[in-house]
């Protein structure tokens, strides 16, 4: 991931913590990104949260 996001971003990230209904109809289906917005970022850049469309939040490690 890109150690340039900043709150606001709009990105568009496969979930770890949820999928999609298609999904969870066939797990041999390919997870897709949904689209969110960075909600926080670590002072010291070692992870940032999102807030998906849905509302569900999850926090994701930055690359090095």
Do not use: W
């Amino acid at each position: 991931m890109n150690q340039d996001v900043h709150i606001g971003d709009k990105l568009q990230l496969i979930p770890e913590t949820f999928t999609d209904t298609e999904h969870i109809i066939d797990s041999r289906a390919p997870r897709k990104p949904m689209k969110c917005t960075v909600v926080y970022v670590h002072s010291r850049k070692r992870y940032f949260t999102v807030k998906f469309e849905n509302g569900i939040m999850e926090s994701f490690l930055m690359g090095r």
